[in-house]
């Protein structure tokens, strides 16, 4: 019975030895295609009576220098998915945005117990704006940090419009339908574009809020009605009486959409002309 | 097995994630090692010097750097790509691992890299894993160990822990004998370790 091992092939004949260069050795065993049925495990003297190595510590050494380099090629492999880095990205997005919101809140307290005199009320000042007022009125260690803030938007938005520019390239039909953005987000909570093209659209509608979901599942609270999706216009510009069939519409072709981004790659523009009908029928008020 | 007062330990190079050193051993934690829990707990499987070992779930490398204190080698099966890259590390500091990237499920991706083992350490979290073992027997010698740390969440979380593991008793029983099966318990919540030897 033939046996094909990492390093040659053996039979009742004898042993045809594979080489003893890693690289070539590495080529060979990744198209090794082992029948589980007939498959007897190695004994490693028949690879020195082969020739290829002459002790024990000699055909580990040979074995471990292959299958690194096996492992690497596979790695670089799966890092090349052009959605694990997405995933990488989008994630950060959000992180930095969690921080300068945090600075910021943190900022604007400082600054209220240098100013006393100073009040929020009856001006519209987000705190986006109280960063410039911060800007022009605090010395020294605050002034340092306001400007580390502002610094930080400038990240921001260019790590945004990155993210989206992949996200159109990564899943073409997913970012038509809801922008770049928020597609990003949809596989950043997924874990993939594989993932995401496996779920149903109701799971898709409401991938964001599992806390809401759970609670309704365990306590019978009121179904969430949207999760991620609710950051897109048309859900959350909605009357609130269709939002609800809105993003169920709109998930379900954010399914399709997916499967189309995983299996073809490329924008499909009868789907998404149909797609956008859909959609918007779907929030018109009977 | 070596104990310094309580503590286990493992002889070896250190510094492979932060762990204590302690009279110049490595402390191999219970609470971050399965296998060390199982021991301390009192199962009597020793890692003897010439053993050779099939390790399925190797992740980061942390417990497999441990193993390979004690055995001459270990075969470490890993699925996924960021882990793998701790592992790679881990297993060029340690010449007697092989690090082998492949699916627990799938043993014809590693077959032509595998010899004869003494005992077979799986540590997967799957819900399939007693099928996993079953396709795994292939390269455990008889006489052998299969130890299968189980964790129950990842069978089915909505059932009974103690079901779970009934069941994967009665399941590797129809081709192994359980030797040992003991809940790990302070230490890892819904885990157990069954350990079965391979029939001569």
């Not at chain 1, 959605?83 to 600054?111: F, G, H, K, P, T």
């Not at chain 1, 409401?206 to 809401?212: N, P, T, Y």
């Amino acid at each position: 019975m033939l046996q094909r091992y990492w390093f040659g092939d053996v039979d009742e004949q004898g042993c045809r030895g594979a080489g003893t260069d890693p690289a070539a050795l590495a080529k060979r065993a990744a198209t090794l295609c082992t029948d589980m049925d007939s498959y007897v495990p190695i004994d490693w003297e028949v690879a020195r009576d082969c020739g290829i190595v002459r002790t024990r510590e000699e055909y580990i050494d040979l074995l471990r220098e292959v299958c690194t380099r096996l492992a690497r090629e596979k790695i670089t492999v799966a890092y090349q998915a052009r959605d694990v880095e997405l995933l990488q990205m989008v994630r950060m997005l959000d992180e930095v945005d969690s921080v300068i919101n945090r600075l910021q809140e943190r900022a604007v307290e400082w600054y209220q117990v240098t100013n006393p005199s100073f009040s929020r009320k009856y001006r519209y000042l987000p705190a986006r704006k109280m960063l410039g007022v911060i800007r022009r009125g605090a010395r020294g260690g605050l002034l340092d940090v306001a400007e580390e803030i502002d610094r930080l938007h400038g990240v921001r938005s260019r790590l945004m419009r990155e993210v989206s520019a992949r996200a159109d390239e990564v899943m073409p039909n997913v970012s038509a339908l809801i922008g770049g953005l928020v597609a990003a987000r949809l596989l950043s909570r997924a874990g993939g574009l594989s993932e995401l093209a496996r779920m149903p659209g109701s799971t898709i509608q409401v991938l964001g809020s599992e806390q809401a979901l759970f609670s309704h599942l365990r306590a019978g609270t009121p179904p969430p009605k949207h999760g991620i999706i609710f950051q897109h216009r048309r859900v959350h510009n909605a009357p609130r009486e269709v939002r609800g069939r809105v993003a169920r519409v709109l998930a379900a072709k954010l399914a399709i959409a997916a499967r189309l981004d995983y299996h073809r790659g490329v924008l499909v523009p009868e789907f998404i002309e149909e797609a956008q009908k859909r959609i918007d029928a779907a929030g018109v008020v009977a | 097995m070596i104990q310094v007062g309580n503590v286990l330990v493992s002889p070896g190079e250190g510094g492979v994630y932060g762990e204590r050193m302690l009279e110049g051993y490595r402390v191999w934690d219970p609470r971050r090692s399965k296998f060390a829990a199982y021991y301390l707990l009192g199962g009597g499987l020793d890692l003897t010097p010439g053993m050779r070992v099939l390790y399925l779930g190797a992740a980061n490398g942390t417990t497999v750097s441990h193993v390979a204190d004690y055995v001459e080698t270990v075969y470490a099966v890993e699925f996924a790509p960021r882990p793998m890259q701790d592992l790679l590390e881990v297993a060029r500091r340690r010449k007697n691992i092989v690090p082998i990237m492949a699916d627990a499920n799938r043993p014809c991706e590693y077959a032509p890299f595998m010899e004869e083992v003494d005992l077979v350490y799986q540590d997967v979290a799957q819900p399939n894993q007693v099928e996993i073992a079953e396709k795994n027997l292939v390269f455990l010698k008889p006489g052998g160990y299969f130890v299968l740390m189980l964790k129950m969440r990842s069978v089915d979380v909505r059932r009974d822990p103690a079901d779970v593991v009934a069941e994967a008793r009665a399941g590797l029983e129809r081709s192994l004998d359980v030797v040992d099966l003991r809940w790990l318990e302070p230490y890892h919540h819904d885990h157990a370790a069954i350990v079965c030897s391979r029939r001569e």
